[in-house]
């Protein structure tokens, strides 16, 4: 069987948790009702106000009747002195009409509302006047009030004497109000589940009120009486958190109809209480004692203040625990305090370091990004004397192959003037050989041939030259070549400037101009320059390099 509580508890917990949710969820709603209870005060007297408004002078002794009544039975649990006021009235208008029925409907609701207020002689000696006999279908009415008047009794009596004396005849009235009552009545349904409670039926009658609670709407003043009995039979069950739950769902009934004389409240504020919630219960229970002054529901009164010292005692040595708790809080605060006000003091101290020690890091990181700037200067300009050693070497590379096979050229084309003069002046043409010598054909083809290799090898190693330099003139004047040229002079004077030989005395020799011829053109050149002209050679430079 051991080996069986596990699986058990597994099975039942969640119910449990949701059990002690559900009460938690009721006991805050509860809370929230007494806080608003004026608010649902305030209700019960506009529908109180609102039916005095229909009391005219010209209205007929019946009409006054039914409003009386009315009126009665918002006073009955709301304020007992008001319904036995207009319970009078009404059994004056009763007497008036001469109506028998009247007259007994009016005695037994002025007997119950005495009976409330503790006025248990007049309320016998009026039932003693009044069995029944004349209104038969009131009889169960009339035994019903006999059941509550003498349970209020045994109730209020102190020796055991009279309890046992007052029993017997709430049993007695009880039996012949279940004998004489409609038993789809309300209340035949109430005195029957006591009845089985007393004897020790309480899954009977558990399973009848749980059937009907559910029809019982929630402005139906039985609502509550119902959700008691269930308490209570939880109670004998021992079912303590069911129990709470239903008082809990009593007393909200209660509560939010303004029902003044109660009794759900005040049980659950001894059972909460018990449990050690003595703020609930403290609570609870004031509210239970005013509503019942204003009522002016004698027994409850009673009831409640014999509960009350219990719970004021216990909730004054809480309120005294909780004070010294506050002083020690207090006192811990305090010490915690000053804790941290002396932590406080050294953090500022080393915030005020640390301030120091961010200066001195950002100036730093200042003069660090001052260096990395030159760095990144400096690399720029490794960058690009890489890029001109790279296009340098190139351009070597590539010039040195070319004049090195066109120097072989001309060393052969040299020999072969050389035996061509030779043989004429063998052959004794002297005249022949004077011409050749004279005469510049040979020169000027070799010059053409010379000037058309350089032309093809520059525009092999710069292809986009020609597109490139006229972005560095405000027109493509100078960039005009006639048919069959590669370069024209401008061109090939920017051509040599970009391969490095500046020098104008060199460009004239390589060009066979004189100095001042190359120094207009570069003069010309200038001037169609699109931006500043001391900044012309260096742009002409960074053709072919990709950089702007």
């Not at 009794?153 to 009552?181: F, G, H, I, P, V």
């Not at 006591?194 to 029809?215: M, V």
């Not at 001195?360 to 300009?381: G, K, M, P, R």
């Amino acid at each position: 069987m051991i080996r069986f509580l596990p699986f058990f508890f597994i099975l039942f917990f969640p119910a449990l948790l949701l059990a002690q949710e559900n009460s938690a969820a009721l006991l805050k709603e509860i809370d929230q009702t007494i806080e608003n209870h004026q608010f649902y005060s305030n209700q019960k007297e506009h529908t109180i106000d609102s039916l005095k408004q229909l009391l005219k002078p010209t209205s007929s002794d019946l009409q006054k009747q039914e409003l009386y009544d009315q009126l009665y039975e918002e006073y009955r649990v709301y304020k007992s002195d008001s319904a036995l006021v207009f319970a009078r009235k009404s059994m004056q208008i009763a007497v008036r009409l001469k109506d028998s029925k009247r007259s007994d409907q009016a005695a037994l609701k002025l007997a119950s509302i005495m009976g409330t207020l503790g006025m248990y002689k007049e309320a016998t000696d009026i039932l003693a006047k009044n069995q029944g006999n004349s209104s038969p279908d009131l009889r169960g009415s009339y035994y019903a009030v006999n059941r509550m008047l003498y349970s209020y009794m045994y109730d209020y009596a102190t020796s055991a004497y009279e309890k046992e004396k007052y029993a017997a005849l709430t049993q007695k009235y009880r039996d012949s109000t279940l004998s004489y009552m409609p038993k789809n009545a309300r209340q035949h349904i109430i005195i029957q589940a006591e009845q089985l409670i007393k004897n020790k039926q309480e899954d009977q009658s558990l399973r009848q009120l749980l059937s009907i609670f559910p029809t019982i709407s929630l402005s139906d003043p039985d609502r509550a009486v119902f959700a008691y009995i269930i308490s209570n039979i939880y109670h004998e069950k021992k079912d303590r958190e069911e129990e709470k739950k239903w008082l809990a769902i009593s007393a909200i009934s209660d509560l939010k109809l303004a029902k003044k004389e109660n009794i759900s409240l005040r049980n659950l504020a001894f059972l909460l209480y018990e449990e050690g919630d003595i703020d609930r219960a403290y609570k609870y229970l004031q509210r239970s004692l005013e509503d019942a002054l204003f009522c002016n529901a004698r027994l409850r009164t009673y009831e409640i203040s014999k509960m009350m010292p219990i719970i004021s005692e216990a909730y004054e040595h809480q309120n005294h625990k909780n004070q010294k708790q506050l002083w020690l809080f207090l006192i811990s605060l305090s010490l915690l305090t000053i804790i941290l006000l002396i932590v406080l003091i050294l953090l500022f101290k080393q915030m005020k370091k640390l301030k120091i020690a961010q200066k001195d890091l950002n100036y730093a990181n200042s003069q660090l990004t001052e260096l990395n700037v030159v760095l990144q200067t400096i690399n720029l300009q490794l960058k690009e004397t890489n890029s001109s050693l790279t296009e340098t070497n190139l351009v070597k590379e590539i010039y040195i192959g070319k004049y090195m096979d066109q120097c072989s050229d001309y060393i052969g084309k040299l020999e072969g003037y050389r035996r061509k003069l030779n043989v004429m002046a063998t052959a004794g043409k002297m005249n022949n050989l004077i011409s050749a010598i004279k005469s510049k054909q040979f020169i000027e083809a070799e010059l053409k041939e010379f000037y058309t290799n350089f032309d093809t090898t520059f525009l092999l190693l710069f292809p986009n030259f020609i597109t490139e330099f006229e972005s560095l003139l405000i027109d493509t004047e100078l960039t005009q070549l006639k048919e069959g040229e590669l370069l024209n002079t401008e061109l090939r004077i920017v051509a040599l400037i970009r391969l490095g030989i500046k020098d104008s005395a060199k460009i004239a020799v390589f060009l066979r101009y004189s100095v001042s011829t190359i120094y207009n053109y570069r003069s010309q050149i200038k001037n169609k320059s699109a931006g500043p002209r001391e900044e012309f050679e260096a742009n002409v430079m960074r053709i072919g390099t990709g950089i702007k």
